[in-house]
């Protein structure tokens, strides 16, 4: 690991870029910084874009897997680098001698398509930013156009609602696979609840017929968040093949 990320996680603190200590906060943990370094080397991944730098912890990561390899390089993507997180993060991977990698400071839904167009191809993509629905989707929609076939899709946060419905929409995706989670210990009470429901339920797929099920009840009733890993902080896609959905493709979720 690279000394200056062996040092944040051993003292919980970092630097800005004028100097200042500063407590370690919203930032990945060791097993998850461990779960993307270890997919980017098994994968042979080289190309990545992340969306939400902060303190830089996933950037070290990222950087760190792809240092050394034929074209590697970074897209990292924070419109608050500056302004929220005084370069923190920037200033860690300087720090650390990564040079391959541009910061876009802008918010995803402007920057990830502006990549697009430019023909910007990836193999690997990190979400960690705005965690609504409808932010997260659009992250995954135009890091999905960018990625190429063999590639892997990380998303962060797995556990807040909107993060985890997405998550559920994606399963359909018949080019994509699940490629493995870091799980999460903090499992609420409610989605427990859940889990052991949809045990009770399991068997109406095959009383009603899986298409009748998906109508009548709740997803999560019909496939529970520990049969899909949902039970995680964070998990990973591998693009398998091309998307070739139809236009007016829909799988209930």
């Not at 920057?111 to 989707?137: C, M, Q, R, Y």
Request: proline fraction near 2%; aromatic fraction near 12%; charge should be negative.
């Amino acid at each position: 690991m690279n000394p200056i990320l062996t040092e944040i996680l051993a003292t919980n603190t970092t630097r800005d870029e004028n100097g200042k200590t500063v407590q370690l906060h919203s930032s990945v943990h060791t097993e998850e910084i461990e779960f993307i370094s270890s997919l980017i080397k098994k994968h042979q991944l080289s190309r990545a874009v992340e969306v939400g730098c902060a303190m830089g912890m996933s950037s070290l990561a990222i950087a760190e897997a792809i240092d050394g390899v034929d074209g590697s390089f970074h897209y990292i993507i924070d419109p608050f680098q500056k302004s929220q997180w005084n370069n923190t993060g920037i200033s860690n991977l300087k720090r650390a001698g990564f040079v391959n990698f541009r910061l876009i400071e802008d918010y995803s839904e402007f920057a990830l398509p502006s990549l697009a167009k430019e023909g910007v191809k990836v193999n690997f993509g990190f979400i960690d930013g705005w965690h609504t629905f409808d932010h997260t989707l659009i992250d995954f929609f135009y890091i999905n156009r960018m990625l190429e076939t063999g590639g892997v899709i990380v998303i962060d946060d797995v556990h807040m609602p909107a993060v985890n419905k997405v998550i559920r929409y994606l399963y359909n995706y018949p080019c994509y696979q699940f490629a493995g989670s870091v799980e999460n210990e903090n499992i609420t009470s409610q989605r427990k609840l859940f889990d052991n429901a949809a045990k009770v339920f399991s068997g109406l797929k095959y009383v009603t017929g899986k298409k009748v099920a998906a109508e009548l009840y709740n997803p999560k009733l019909l496939r529970s968040d520990k049969e899909l890993s949902l039970n995680s902080s964070m998990i990973a896609f591998k693009k398998v093949s091309v998307d070739e959905r139809d236009w007016n493709w829909y799988a209930n979720f």
